[in-house]
């Protein structure tokens, strides 16, 4: 595609549900990342891909939080029982090669816990 | 504790001159420096970077100074367009570290008036 798409765009989900979101990383990328973004932050890293291989997850905040690209290709971030404090914008980010500093950045799915 | 600063929420520049918007950090581990700049409802987009073995790099209307001996860095766009209004965030790498862990700061919202 042209560029980083993520869905849905906004989820609004009741404290306790799972939640699901998709990346969809610029066609031929090879490393794709995951961050979160609190309002008047910066983003947060959250974990990365090379192809398929998950590479460094340690800024997933606690083990409610997975993430897979079974295929190197698309991705999809999982929180199990949300919670309040799980509120954010999630933002993927894919990147042309593993040695590449340039990031390009989807949308974001804002994510509301009630 | 933050690695990243950019102690300044907010900047208003005339159209025509220079915007210099600044970072800080701690880590003297960060071997790469970027900006990305962000428009309401986008995710960022990369504007510029700097390695740490060089003290300025220039692309157009933007250029890039790294102080290492005083963990600062500054952007500056010269002139300042309208269309330049935006939150642009600094963001380090730790030499060696995850490639995808990105360190953000907090961002600088930019206003250029006409």
């Known amino acids: 595609g042209a560029g980083v798409s993520q869905s849905p765009r906004y989820k609004v989900t009741k404290r306790g549900q799972d939640v699901a979101l998709r990346c969809d990383p610029i066609s031929g990328h090879v490393s794709l990342y995951w961050y979160r973004q609190a309002l008047g932050q910066g983003p947060e890293f959250l974990t990365y891909f090379n192809y398929e291989a998950q590479q460094d997850k340690s800024g997933l905040p606690n083990d409610r939080f997975s993430a897979e690209r079974p295929e190197g290709s698309i991705s999809t971030l999982t929180i199990q029982r949300t919670e309040q404090r799980d509120s954010a914008m999630y933002r993927c980010?894919?990147?042309?090669?593993?040695?590449?500093?340039?990031?390009?950045f989807g949308p974001g799915t804002r994510l509301t816990v009630l | 504790d933050q690695q990243v600063k950019q102690n300044s929420p907010s900047l208003s520049v005339q159209e025509g001159r220079i915007s210099i918007l600044n970072c800080d950090y701690t880590?003297?581990?960060?071997?790469?420096f970027l900006w990305y700049k962000k428009y309401p409802a986008e995710g960022p987009t990369f504007l510029i970077s700097?390695?740490?073995?060089?003290d300025k790099n220039e692309d157009g209307r933007f250029t890039v100074f790294l102080n290492k001996s005083a963990k600062h860095l500054s952007l500056h766009i010269v002139p300042s367009q309208p269309g330049d209004s935006a939150v642009y965030f600094c963001a380090a790498r730790v030499y060696g570290g995850s490639q995808g862990n990105l360190i953000f700061g907090k961002g600088t919202k930019l206003s250029v008036k006409p």
């Open positions: 880590n003297s581990m960060f071997d790469y």
């Open positions: 980010a894919s990147s042309s090669n593993e040695g590449s500093n340039e990031q390009f």
């Open positions: 700097i390695s740490s073995i060089k």
